[in-house]
């Protein structure tokens, strides 16, 4: 008897699922098991599976074309026909569901000739060219021909076909061949069911049908595809093929890694020839994206081996002299040897370093050690904290723990979906992608954003509800929410009593009239009653789930519009179980993982207080030396430091913080006030433009280590090449500990990890064997989580109970007015990251060649702009000028920009205002204003200038190079 364990079902078996197996349809989410036997195999599965599956299960093969399982069986190619005891016909294998004792034959003489007068159809209207197919040894047609025995075509292609149909290859990424298309609708479905774009469709009807872009054009690149790829990995021919592949050839061998873009964590298999790398191709057993992709996981790879990657490490003495290109011994002990020297000078105090959210869990780890260890301070700092800081401090103080409480599968349980201050099919494209997939099936949505984000426009959603709140007021939006919950009595009292403090206090401050809809709509600008339809449909779902960005923690008010989110959380009873929590959506790779691994200067790994004495002599004890008691400085402490002289060294690695950090000119200045900045990356960055010595970096493709992504989910890192620069990061970093005579003597990342888990209480059971074995695990794993937990706080939380906590609203400081009437937001689109340093390498700038500045038509009309217009943006900080797009998306009265190309400034208009708790800088919330200009700012003639400066600096190396600087 083959019995076998569905993940969907918790259930075991002794025959585990192969993610490198294509099962034909998708698994069943039934808790009961059926018994039926297939060929005279006996096996058990769950209720609701399909024959096909079924078969597959017990390694038994059913011919296939139209049948694929990430999407719904579609009962088209009729190649799965079976013959079934009992049943008229041949039903087909995909859409027939087992039953118990059924009895099925997949093979006899009469499936055998209909298979093959099938499959002769198919090839009637197919080119026969496979030896100079690129699907050549990977082509499911060419593959299902062989297995059903086609040996000859009598019907030959004298008759209509569609042979000289044009190819497409508009998207930069892949070629649309129609010639070889089997009208299978696979391309189509993953569209609409994998991916939720709906971009694709079957127009015409009988032998006139054919795959449509759906455009006036009928190309892919002007259609609503987002090039995520799903189409491209469902087509069984050459028909969606990848550009690499028909340029390179098929791949010889694959490593499963994880994706260094956003914080979802999709697992990929990298195709190799070799040591280059032919495509990315999302894996299946990847918990967090289950086999899905976006464009820049799936395509944008390329970055990794661009022509601007520097190789070997670089020396100056001063920002106005040439570089010099030296070994990477003399490199170490020149950065070592100004260090010494600065400190000598100047103190203990008077350098830091900032590690990367980018970089493995391990390469952070280490950067903060040398930095407390061999510098002798605490001033560590990380891009994290410019994000995400408040998400740490609000969390923990309500609910015990700074990180989110579910799985991205939880959102599939989901019957109400509070989406707060994110964007995430810009941003988090996978995740979107499956919480569309929930909204289509009937989940509600709630959208608390100033814009009107393309979520909204989910196809076939049930019902949505859009507060289009004024920038800076969701601390006030949220207290009206939850002031309905409990004056309307819908508050789970149950939950509250039993797992929760501190209630009566902040219930008496909720029920104030001040925080009603109807008081606080002069401040948030959205209807009342909009309000309290919300939040009634929130409160009243059997279960609410949380998710949050950026837009609800770059804000002065940052860590008290956490605790409100925690509040609600609480209120309603939605924590701790599927389908419910508080849910940040982390903007990089890895950006939890370097919170978890103590970036901040005032906690050491695992959020330990640098002040507690037991807590320190742990690490004392394990690092052998001294740890300063007293936090260090934050990034924006180290800033003004510099600028005051009393801050003169600075080791960056992985962060490019003059471009991301706000108040560009502030940095600008405390930069140029460096004696020694030390920057470790791939590419010349912005950042790299000040500094003195530059060590080169490793791609995620050239390391081992460890991403820890949103849902706490420690996923393994593979290298698939050598370090173009010889090193990994990690080595990197020990080796520039080692010249400043503290030792470091790791030889493999697994056991950087091993001193993690001897440390970190939350990480205490974690091992690169147990990852290896287990695929991913999400934190805490220790003695009482062996295995991980995927939902956190089911019973308890770390603090007990969650506490409420007081959320009083208060206005941020940069408010509009005469002068600076619109309020500036910003955020990321989907083909960008972050800065840019990766995807404006590769071709997703066929996108998103520069950025805009979005603006309301009222506005745009007010001030006689049109698109395309070049506008000049001006606040209390600074100027730049971008183009204008007017666009509905906005509200009246604010305007929103990306910030991916450096010479855009958009963090020049910026203001250095931040949140009251963690210093997160307030970038949602800047009072500008915007008029037609005719040449670039002030500032933007500036840095052209001094990049050229540095180029020509660059280019006069004593030994040539293959990079450019502010590209």
């Excluded at 990430?70 to 079976?82: D, H, K």
């Excluded at 509250?496 to 002069?522: C, H, K, V």
């Excluded at 530059?694 to 989910?713: H, I, M, Q, V, Y």
Aim: glycine content about 8%; some cysteine; charged content about 20%.
């Amino acid at each position: 008897m083959i019995n076998y364990f569905d993940p969907a079902t918790n259930t075991t078996s002794n025959k585990p699922i192969d993610f490198n197996k294509d099962y034909g349809t998708p698994a069943s989410t039934s808790t009961q098991t059926v018994c039926l036997e297939i060929d005279g195999v006996k096996i058990t599965v769950a209720a609701g599976t399909s024959v096909m599956r079924a078969a597959a299960i017990a390694d038994i093969n059913i011919p296939k074309l139209c049948a694929t399982d990430n999407i719904e069986a579609f009962g088209s190619c009729r190649l799965c026909a079976v013959q079934i005891e009992g049943m008229r016909g041949y039903p087909t294998a995909c859409t027939t569901s087992v039953k118990e004792g059924m009895m099925v034959s997949t093979e006899n003489n009469d499936i055998a000739k209909l298979r093959r007068n099938i499959m002769e159809l198919y090839i009637s209207d197919h080119p026969l060219d496979c030896l100079t197919c690129s699907s050549n040894g990977d082509c499911e047609l060419q593959d299902m021909a062989g297995a059903v025995g086609l040996r000859e075509v009598r019907y030959g292609f004298d008759g209509d076909n569609h042979l000289d149909a044009k190819i497409d290859d508009s998207n930069p990424y892949f070629t649309f061949e129609p010639s070889k298309c089997i009208t299978c609708s696979r391309c189509v479905r993953a569209c609409e069911e994998v991916q939720g774009s709906f971009a694709l469709t079957i127009e015409g009807r009988g032998f006139a049908s054919k795959v449509s872009a759906g455009t006036s054009e009928n190309d892919f690149l002007s259609s609503d595809c987002v090039s995520c790829g799903a189409c491209v990995q469902a087509c069984p021919t050459a028909t969606l093929m990848e550009k690499s592949v028909i340029d390179k050839g098929q791949p010889e061998h694959s490593i499963i890694t994880t994706c260094a873009y956003c914080g979802v964590g999709c697992s990929f298999k990298a195709e190799m020839k070799g040591e280059e790398v032919i495509r990315m191709v999302p894996y299946k057993g990847g918990k967090a994206n289950q086999g899905h992709s976006c464009v820049k996981g799936r395509f944008a790879f390329g970055y990794a081996t661009h022509k601007d990657r520097v190789t070997e490490p670089m020396v100056r003495d001063s920002i106005d002299e040439e570089w010099r290109v030296v070994g990477w011994d003399e490199a170490l002990e020149f950065a070592a040897n100004k260090i010494k020297n600065i400190q000598a000078k100047y103190g203990r105090e008077s350098v830091g370093g900032i590690t990367s959210s980018r970089c493995t869990n391990e390469e952070t780890y280490l950067v903060q050690k040398l930095i407390r260890a061999a510098f002798g301070n605490n001033n560590t700092d990380t891009c994290a904290r410019v994000c995400h800081s408040p998400t740490g401090y609000g969390l923990k103080a309500t609910i015990g723990e700074s990180a989110g409480t579910q799985t991205f599968d939880s959102v599939m349980q989901s019957d109400v979906v509070m989406v707060i201050g994110a964007n995430p099919t810009d941003a988090h494209p996978v995740f979107a992608s499956q919480l569309r997939k929930r909204l289509r099936q009937g989940a509600e949505l709630i959208v608390v954003d100033p814009r009107t984000i393309d979520l909204l426009n989910t196809a076939h959603i049930s019902a949505n509800h859009h507060l289009p709140l004024k920038p800076g007021t969701n601390v006030a939006m949220i207290n009206a929410i939850a002031h309905v919950v409990i004056s309307e009595g819908l508050e789970d009292k149950n939950f509250i009593e039993q797992r929760t403090d501190e209630y009566n206090a902040w219930r008496e401050f909720i029920l104030d009239d001040i925080n009603s809809p109807e008081a606080m709509a002069g401040i948030t600008t959205v209807n009342a009653e909009q309000v309290r339809i919300a939040a009634r449909a929130f409160a009243k779902a059997k279960n609410g789930a949380i998710y949050y960005g950026l837009g609800v923690t770059e804000h002065s008010q940052g860590s008290t519009m956490v605790m409100g989110i925690a509040n609600l959380a609480l209120a309603t009873g939605n924590i701790g179980r599927e389908g419910v929590g508080i849910n940040p959506l982390r903007g990089q790779n890895n950006v939890q993982g370097s919170c978890d691994m103590g970036s901040f200067p005032q906690e050491l790994p695992g959020y330990q207080h640098v002040s507690d004495d037991v807590l320190r002599a742990k690490f004392e004890k394990s690092w052998g030396v001294s740890l300063d008691n007293e936090p260090g400085f934050r990034i924006p402490n180290m800033f003004d430091a510099a600028i005051e002289g009393t801050f003169k060294a600075m080791y960056v690695q992985g962060e490019d913080i003059l471009q991301s950090d706000p108040n560009t000119q502030h940095v600008q200045a405390a930069l140029s006030s460096l004696e020694c900045l030390i920057v470790q990356d791939i590419f010349l960055n912005e950042t790299a433009l000040y500094a003195h010595v530059f060590l080169p970096g490793s791609s995620f493709l050239e390391k081992d280590g460890t991403f820890t992504n949103a849902e706490r989910r420690i996923n393994r890192v593979r290298k698939v090449m050598k370090p173009l620069a010889k090193f990994a990061d990690w080595e990197v970093t020990q080796k520039l500990s080692n010249a400043l005579g503290y030792p470091m003597n790791y030889q493999h990342p697994s056991e950087i990890m091993d001193e993690i888990a001897s440390l970190v209480p939350t990480f205490s059971m974690v091992s690169y064997k147990k990852l290896d074995e287990q695929g991913s695990i999400q934190w805490p794993c220790n003695e009482e989580f062996p295995d991980g937990s995927p939902i956190m706080h089911v019973d308890s939380f770390p603090i007990g109970k969650g506490r409420f906590a007081i959320t009083p609203y208060l206005a941020s400081e940069d408010r509009a007015n005469k002068r600076f009437p619109l309020l500036l937001t910003t955020g990321r689109i989907l083909s960008q990251y972050n800065v840019g340093a990766q995807t404006r390498r590769t071709a997703n700038q066929t996108w998103h060649q520069e950025d805009l500045l979005e603006i309301h038509p009222n506005d745009a009309e007010e001030r006689g702009i049109n698109d395309g217009d070049w506008l000049g943006i001006s606040s209390r900080a600074g100027d730049t000028v971008l183009k204008a797009k007017v666009s509905e998306r906005m509200q009246s009265g604010v305007v929103f920009t990306t910030f991916h190309h450096p010479i855009s400034g958009a963090n020049v208009i910026t203001t250095d205002s931040s949140d009251w708790a963690t210093n997160c800088p307030e970038y949602k919330v800047t009072a500008v204003q915007v008029e037609k200009v005719t040449s670039p700012s002030a500032w933007q003639t500036r840095y052209k200038k001094f990049s050229a400066q540095q180029k020509e600096h660059f280019k006069r190396s004593p030994k040539k190079q293959k990079a450019t600087i502010g590209s």
